[in-house]
Nanobody
Framework: QVQLVESGGGLVLPGGSLRLSCVAS????????AQWYRQPPGKQRAWVGF???????FYDDSVKGRFTISRDNANNIVYLQMNNLKPEDTAIYYC???????WGRGTQVTVSS
């Protein structure tokens, strides 16, 4: 059974940083495209970025230059490093693997003073 578990969320001041983790079990995440999505309060879930099996990354314009996706294949983990956080980054952050189409349950990130 495929399971993705996100962690690392929390409350951070504007301008701060967080690193989210997505730990996979039941699947070799290195063979998947790992994507990050987020859902702000009262809004629809939106795509943030992805990392391909070869390590190529691509980001939504709203996070480009501030967020970085990386992977630790040995431990089956994908990371989302978030720097210079803004209040509009407040959301539940989810990871998703493709083509397995598996989702995690999300981790809450709140950016507030």
């Amino acid at each position: 059974q495929v399971q993705l578990v996100e962690s690392g969320g929390g409350l951070v001041l504007p301008g701060g940083s967080l690193r989210l983790s997505c730990v996979a079990s039941g699947i070799d995440l290195s063979l998947q495209t790992a994507q990050w999505y987020r859902q702000p309060p009262g809004k629809q879930r939106a795509w943030v970025g992805f990392i391909s099996p070869s390590g190529n990354t691509f980001y939504d314009d709203s996070v480009k230059g501030r967020f970085t996706i990386s992977r630790d294949n040995a431990n089956n983990i994908v990371y989302l490093q978030m720097n210079n956080l803004k209040p509009e980054d407040t959301a539940i952050y989810y990871c998703k693997s493709s083509p397995s189409e598996s989702w995690g349950r999300g981790t809450q990130v709140t950016v507030s003073s």
